[in-house]
């Protein structure tokens, strides 16, 4: 998937105002393909900005960087020491053994403070990376559901976890690698001076000649490599595709052909990892042609120096070892720069997140709402069009007075502005013209927060999270106690099913509380919506899904969860709002009838004609 902001058409939404908005909070979203290249390093700032908050891990980490660098051109130096003192016929066994005790002594300070690097470094990697999650999770949870409704919560989740590895890599990985190999490169240039100004003049015109070839197949296997992922990737999507719908495919005879097009996917990523195996297999051929081939010339030449009486044995051999380290680590900063570019454009991904602005937001001074609470409100001359919709009004000109404890229906047909009224109540969105109230203060003044919190919603299916059965019930009310949760459950028809689950509360739901059927995952959110104990209930088809006998006990659950409460009602079933106090009819965004069930029956308009559809299709 391209990094392109995933939005829905309006057609591909149910026309009832579920049409998500454009906001200025919207950012563009990518999936979990690899980060793409920045075209600088400027979104790294993000990145370094947060490293900096730990200066005391950072220094150690560079004291680290400089003691293994040291060490490690300490090592050619010693060598040279080694061969020219120990292997004479003048040394005797203390001379040989202080000459590799040095050497020993390096290798144990070599090895030390390339743990330290890695645990200091490795250390900020996570914690850069932890406390970047943070601070975007954090933002996501201000931003308004609309957010979620244009920009895949999948593809987010693929920023929260693919683009910060990609940052951990950088920050604990490659900038260490980058300063290393720069000091080591640095630091190997000038000890090759030291050693034969005139070898390391021909070593300096060499070692391009020998990382050209290695950045050309580099480039070629990085590319090769990220489409065998693809290939792989693809593997894996099968594969789940087809075990996800086995039913479907021995339903249908389909087995021979599901393996064929198995056959084709493995095929094609055999194919392209055949390509990567001949690109490495020639990049080591030349590589190890070159980098011999250097060091042979280069010792030829030494040997002839060495001849001649111009240098040591001891210094050839360092300077074939240190040449060595120079190439490498300046090949390897070639390979560097463009993970940094990659970091650059996963942290570039991520700060989208991160500065996108909500919409809905608490003004500077928010109203309080009056205290107690009484659960009243008001819409008057309400005209809504979502942004992404704006040539459409999805209310218009939309009156209402709600008194408190007052049930009212809404119904009407698809696209008719039913869910937006509950979208609007729960100010998701703020109307163009209009105001709505709640207990006589506007919504717009108020905090959103406040506002929410005396609302409880039961959604036309019961969303479950990834916990055990008291977490989910107590969601509307996270202090509750045991004895008040079971309360709420015995009220909600949900006690005894409950009661039977291996571990009581404590028993684990699954993903989206896939332990438990339809019916009893509504009555669980009856029954947190009990335990948030609101002045205002909306009720979002909470039984539309519903079996006869699930939907019986579920509107058993219901008729006690709405006595004392203000409660609005969506419901395509109208049997179930018969009872209600006053029913609202509602047709492209007006309302064209309220009353009583028997009063608007009785009228002969779009209610009427709604119920004989319904009660027809029913008596049939």
């Known amino acids: 998937m391209q990094g392109e902001l995933q939005k829905r058409e309006p057609s591909d939404v149910p026309a009832d105002a579920e049409v998500p908005a454009a906001m200025p909070e919207t950012a563009a979203v990518v999936g979990d393909a690899p980060a793409p290249k920045a075209r600088s390093l400027g979104p790294l700032r993000m990145v370094f900005g947060t490293a900096v908050q730990y200066p005391r891990e950072i220094a150690f980490a560079l004291l680290a960087l400089f003691i293994t660098s040291a060490a490690t051109l300490a090592i050619p130096w010693r060598f040279k020491v080694i061969i020219d003192e120990a292997f004479t016929g003048a040394a005797n066994a203390d001379d040989i053994a202080h000459a590799f005790q040095y050497l020993l002594m390096i290798v144990v300070i070599l090895g030390l403070g390339t743990a330290l690097r890695f645990y200091f470094v490795s250390w900020l990697g996570e914690r850069v990376v932890a406390d970047i999650r943070l601070k975007v999770q954090a933002n996501l949870l201000r931003l308004s559901p609309g957010f979620y409704e244009v920009n895949s919560p999948k593809e987010i989740s693929s920023r929260m976890t693919s683009d910060t590895a990609v940052i951990e890599n950088v920050v604990g990985t490659t900038v260490s690698v980058a300063l290393r190999n720069s000091l080591t490169a640095i630091g190997g240039i000038g000890l090759l001076v030291y050693l034969a100004p005139s070898l390391t003049l021909g070593l300096l015109i060499g070692i391009p ?31 789940t595709e087809v075990l996800s719908a086995m039913k479907i495919v021995q339903s249908f005879g389909q087995e021979r052909r599901e393996s064929e097009r198995f056959a084709g996917v493995v095929e094609g990523t055999f194919e392209t990892a055949r390509r990567r195996i001949l690109l490495r297999a020639a990049m080591t051929s030349v590589v190890i042609l070159l980098v011999f081939g250097g060091v042979v010339l280069v010792m030829w030449r ?312 319904q009660f027809a299709n029913a008596a049939a």
């Not at 950045?215 to 693809?234: C, L, M, P, Y």
């Not at 009156?399 to 809404?410: F, Q, R, S, V």
């Not at 203000?566 to 106090?581: F, G, M, P, S």
Request: net charge neutral.
């Open 209 to 239: 000649l020998v990382i050209a070839p290695i950045v050309f197949f580099g480039r070629k296997i990085r590319a090769v490599s990220r489409t065998s992922q693809d290939r792989i990737a693809d593997v894996g999507a099968y594969v």
């Open 302 to 613: 030494g040997a002839l120096a060495v001849a001649d009486g111009l240098i040591s044995g001891g210094t050839i051999a360092a300077f074939v070892l240190t040449g060595g380290l120079v190439a490498g680590a300046l090949g390897s900063l070639t390979e560097v720069y463009g993970d940094l570019l990659r970091g650059a454009g996963a942290a570039s991904r991520l700060a989208e997140l991160l500065e996108s602005k909500p919409e809905i937001a608490a003004p500077a001074r928010p109203e309080r709402l009056p205290e107690p609470a009484r659960g009243s409100l008001s819409f008057r001359n309400v005209t809504f069009r979502y942004p992404a919709r704006p040539e459409t009004a999805a209310l218009k000109d939309f009156t209402l007075e709600i008194e408190p404890g007052e049930t009212i229906a809404i119904v009407g047909p698809s696209g008719a502005g039913k869910s937006t009224i509950f979208q609007l109540v729960e100010r998701f969105y703020d109307p163009q013209a209009g105001t709505i109230r709640l207990d006589g203060v506007p919504l717009t003044s108020a905090d959103p927060a406040e506002i929410r919190s005396r609302i409880a919603l039961v959604p036309q299916e019961g969303v479950l999270f990834s916990a055990n059965a008291r977490d989910n019930l107590r969601y509307g009310k996270w202090d509750a106690t045991d004895a008040q949760i079971w309360d709420a459950a015995r009220a909600a028809n949900a006690e005894s099913f409950l009661r039977k689950l291996p571990n009581g509360l404590d028993t684990y739901l699954g993903e989206g509380g896939t332990q438990l059927s339809g019916g009893q995952q509504q009555r669980v959110a009856i029954a947190r919506a009990l335990l948030r104990d609101a002045p205002i209930l909306l009720l979002d088809e909470a039984t539309s899904a519903l079996d006869a006998e699930s939907e019986q006990l579920v509107q058993q659950a219901l008729d006690g969860l709405m006595q004392g409460r203000t409660t609005l009602v969506i419901a395509h079933r109208l049997a179930t709002v018969r009872a209600a106090d006053r029913i609202v009819v509602l047709d492209d965004g007006r309302i064209v009838e309220q009353g009583t069930h028997e009063a608007l029956s009785k009228a002969g308009g779009l209610y009427a004609r709604l119920a004989r559809l």
